[in-house]
């Protein structure tokens, strides 16, 4: 059975709405997720109004990171929650597990952000209620959520509402928050402030309702809990209205830096009455308006277009291009963002280098701003870099794998699952070992340069997150004195299928690839930027440093092709044993191979968690010919399990640059449907934020071709068969470009102020200012791209 519709939306609507058709309560996670709503700041998780066994209900403020106790790491805690909303008819609960259902909708528009339900349902004692619930996270004022519900009775009953602040909610069972205070004031406004327990956040959270019909308001006040009574009595057929407004602060909010606590708790309190007052006069109606206006924004700014027989994929870019835009805090730098954005529990909150792989992409060629912002926080990454480097013996910045708040450094668990054959916890080695995400981070420093030529960045920020970065790869080398050559021992690469590997190609390609930016940095400084050069070198001994990138640059092992044209993914990868992998390759779920195997036992067989040579050409895929790239392609793919949600994209990108339209096009539907397909379990504790971004990259970066050869933009479209035309925005050094792609053309509009040139098939095209640009597509380039089948 299917639950979920992608095709509800008709006229201006079409490609815009989601549905969940039928109500399942073994599958609430899926749309609790990607239902999900917020702006950055405020992330709400869309459980229903009604309370179920199985429910997830989330809410978290960026930045409000606690340890729920010593032994544990920190994360996002789940904020009292303010979207339960009971309704007795005649003392029975709406529970739609009782009593007879006869409808059931709940529709997530993308193009306001409004989720709204709809139900026809039948108590037990044969009372017809027909019913619609609305909530909006306001993307104008990111303080700000609101629900409005409107009900029908076939009968006259007795009603209560009760809604309220819950505080009782928990992070799976773990406890954030203490020194609750709570009070009402004029019986109806509520209002909540609690502190983390260990990073001692104060929240300060505000509600009030608003009902249509005169009722009996009754405060109570429980152990954890704060909520109303509206008590009344309800005629057949009679409209009943009733709202709600929520309010949420923060003391890590940026309007609060600087300010004594006392201040910033007694501000909190006034801000909240003064928001929730001004919100409550204009209603769900006024609150949503305002919400849309900044919506039709940023979609008249960021839609992408697809052509052809392609609603699905329409839709599915826009469902990505939603979730982007709230899961960042666009202007605050001491945030990033999380493996599961604002939407679930999972991976706590915390930053990988999902960010800059998959998620900054899209912030540098449409959202320059924002990827500035991104690139900040990297940046006050570095205190938490430079303590990781010195505690595990090296110099310079070994980025933690997992971030979050920006002076927590390492953040990873120590412990994560259970070894099926042991039975005892499985040690978690990413954040000891997997290196790789500090020559990353220094690759997006590099390509947020490139693209915006944000020179200010670089002399503040970026400069100095390459040297640093280079320093830690130059002193984490091993001289092997036999070959005379350094090499990179112990790591594991993108594909976490392989523990304590030497050699990892991607690692050491991307290792050497920082080492030499760094190189060609002093370089540059010592020539033409002397003042900066002098700054940095106070900080960092450059000429020590560059001494040492040019001896040990040019010792690095670099992994490169054997006769039959495979890079080995790490040392001896090719002498592991083979498994058959197709039930693992057809399971619905991803990770059923630890239903057979351990880590150790996995790491003796040719099997691939994600994306790891294959990943290593998207980001440096100049560095090797097309055969080698297919060659590989044919090699590494059929034994990885793309158990990671980051693998697909890639692998779609890679197979059409090589011309493996068909291939490419599975991959890209597969990366379409993590979370947005039918399979309900895949988003239980969050969205895919890598994922997200993998949909754009593959979009635009694949199929669009646009990708960045040193500082030129380079265009190289190739557009699945299903697909007519595909249109998109893009900013490159300040200029908004509009670029339609087709079958036999490319047309670019020049919104910005100055010429903008770029290589599309080779040939250098320059568009001036406010003008548009239309060139024909060689038919020669697919056919050589169709050489690799």
Known sequence: MNRLKYNAGTGNQKNWLIQETVFDERYLGKCEAIFAQGNGYLGVRNALEETYTGEVRDTFITGTFNKASSEEVTELPNIPDMTGINIKI?????????????????????????????????????????AQFRRIVSLE????????????????????????????????????????????????????????????????????????????????????????????????????????????????????????????????????????????????????????????????????????????DQLAIRFALYHLNIMVKHEDNRVGIGAKALTG???????????????????????PETARTLLEYRYKNLYGARKKAQKNGYEGAMYPWECAWVSDGEVTPEYAGTDVITGEC???????????????????????????????????YGCEIILETARFWASRLQYVEE?????????IGPDEYKEHVDNNAYTNYMAKHNMELALHMIQELEAKHVDLYGKLDQKINLLKLKKTLEERIEKLYIPKPDTDGIISQADGFKNLK???????????????????FNIQQISQYKVIKQADIIMLFFVLGVLFDKEIQRKNF??????????????????????????????????????????LGLYMKSSDAGIHSASIGGIWESTVMGFGGVRMKGEKLYLTPKLPQKWTKLTFPLCIKGNFLKISVDKTSVTVINHGNEEVSFLLQE????????????????????EISRHYF
């Open 90 to 130: 005649n003392g029975q609960e709406l529970n739609l597990l009782k009593g007879k259902l006869e409808r059931y909708c709940r529709t997530m528009n993308l193009k306001n952000g409004e989720v709204v339900r709809e139900i026809i349902w039948e108590t037990p004692s044969k009372i017809r209620l027909q």
């Open 141 to 312: 004022n990111e303080h700000l959520m609101a629900t409005a519900v409107e009900f029908f009775l076939d009968q006259d009953a007795d009603l209560v509402i009760e809604t309220g602040i819950d505080g009782s909610v928990t992070n799976s069972g773990a406890q954030h928050f203490c020194n609750i205070e709570r009070r009402v004031y004029d019986i109806n406004e509520m209002q909540y402030v609690s502190q983390t327990t260990e990073s001692q956040i104060w929240i300060a959270q505000h509600a009030v309702c608003r009902l249509n019909v005169k009722a009996d308001v009754l405060p109570e006040m429980g152990r954890r809990t704060l909520k109303n009574k509206y008590h009344f009595r309800a005629k057949k057929d009679q409209k009943i209205s009733f709202e709600k407004v929520s309010v949420y602060h923060s003391s890590r909010d940026m309007g609060y830096m600087g300010k004594q606590n006392e201040q910033i708790i007694e501000k909190m309190k006034q801000d909240g009455r003064d928001v929730l007052k001004t919100a409550f006069s204009k209603g769900y109606e006024g609150i949503k308006r305002e919400s849309e206006k900044q919506w039709e924004k940023y979609w008249k700014a960021s839609d992408i277009i697809i052509e052809g027989n392609a609603d699905f």
């Open 345 to 367: 529990e999972g991976y706590k909150g915390h930053s990988f280098w999902d960010t800059e792989m998959f998620i900054l992409p899209y912030f540098i060629f449409t959202k």
């Open 426 to 460: 499985t040690k978690c080695w990413t954040g000891l070992i997997e290196h790789h995400i500090t020559a990353d981070i220094a690759y997006a420093v590099e390509q947020y340069y490139l693209v915006t030529n944000d020179q200010d960045y670089m002399e503040q």
């Open 483 to 491: 070959q005379d050559r350094y090499e990179i021992l112990d790591v």
């Open 578 to 596: 083979e498994l058959d992998l197709t039930k693992y390759k057809l399971a619905e779920q991803v990770g059923t191979i630890f239903d057979d």
């Open 634 to 675: 044919e090699y590494y793919e059929e034994k990885t399990l793309h158990d990671s949600s980051l693998s697909k994209c890639i692998h779609a990108i890679i197979a059409n640059d090589l011309g493996m339209e068909e291939i490419a096009y599975e991959f890209y539907e597969s990366c379409l449907n993590v979370d």
């Open 763 to 782: 040939e250098m095209v320059k568009v001036p200012a406010g003008m548009k640009m239309e060139r024909k597509i060689r038919e020669n380039e697919y």
